[in-house]
């Protein structure tokens, strides 16, 4: 089975300009999550959503971010404008409510601000 | 809410010595307890979890921990270090209020040298 698949693997972009990063679960999963991966902060979880409805978003650093799940197939992360601060590792993951509570994730977004 | 202490944020073993990371829970409820690894440049990946039923749990790549409920805590272990075990290992648990809901520990970085 195909595991959870993010695109794109690295991206470098400009201070200002938004940023889409997108995410395919695991068929049959029906939870997704976003987290971030910094130095300073190490793994954090912004957003996640169970039959593709947002359940907690209290991560969401700030309206920069926003996400959006429109089917159970496919979930983007956004980033409007970026910030050099917004560096990061993103990664998305997904889980199914009969799999043991197992969360699997995809390689990560690496993005770079600058 | 629930969360993980990871004590020590870099060990350094010898190749064939025991391996012990140590990992201690704060929860109000009985926890699912998890341990990922996670390989430079490269997402998280699932060594073994604690839901149920034996406390001692054995995961992939030689690696197993015990859930001891009197010392809050499940440190993994591994008999005899390799090489190929260098990596970054994460402690998570299940938070409170449903939802497969993972808290991370801050990492620690397991060096193995020759």
């Known amino acids: 089975d195909a595991g959870v698949i993010q695109s794109p693997r690295h991206e470098v972009t400009e201070m200002g300009q938004e940023v889409t990063l997108r995410c395919k679960p695991i068929?049959?999963?029906?939870?997704l999550f976003w987290y971030r991966q910094t130095m300073m902060r190490g793994l954090e979880l912004l957003i996640y959503?169970?039959?593709?409805?947002?359940?907690?978003d209290s991560g969401m650093p700030e309206d920069r971010f926003s996400a959006k799940m429109p089917n159970a197939s496919f979930s983007t992360l956004k980033i409007q404008p970026s910030e050099p601060r917004d560096s990061a590792v993103y990664f998305c993951?997904?889980?199914?409510?009969?799999?043991?509570?197992?969360?699997?994730f995809g390689e990560g977004s690496w993005l770079t601000v600058v | 809410a629930q969360s993980v202490t990871q004590l020590g944020s870099h060990v350094s073993v010898s190749e064939g010595a025991l391996v012990l990371l140590r990992c201690n829970y704060s929860?109000?409820?009985?926890?699912?307890l998890f341990w990922y690894v996670q390989y430079p440049n490269q997402g998280l990946q699932l060594l073994l979890k604690?839901?149920?039923?034996?406390?001692l749990v054995k995961g992939i790549n030689g690696f197993e921990a015990e859930f001891k409920k009197s010392e809050t805590s499940f440190h993994l272990t591994k008999p005899s270090a390799h090489m190929s075990d260098a990596a970054e290992y994460f402690c998570?648990?299940?938070?409170?209020?449903?939802?497969?809901?993972?808290?991370f520990g801050t990492g620690t970085q397991l060096k193995v040298e020759l």
């Open positions: 929860s109000s409820v009985p926890p699912y």
């Open positions: 993951a997904s889980s199914a409510t009969d799999s043991g509570n197992t969360i699997y």
């Open positions: 959503f169970n039959n593709n409805v947002p359940i907690d």
């Open positions: 068929s049959g999963h029906d939870y």
């Open positions: 998570a648990v299940i938070s409170g209020g449903g939802g497969n809901k993972l808290t």
């Open positions: 604690y839901t149920t039923g034996a406390t």
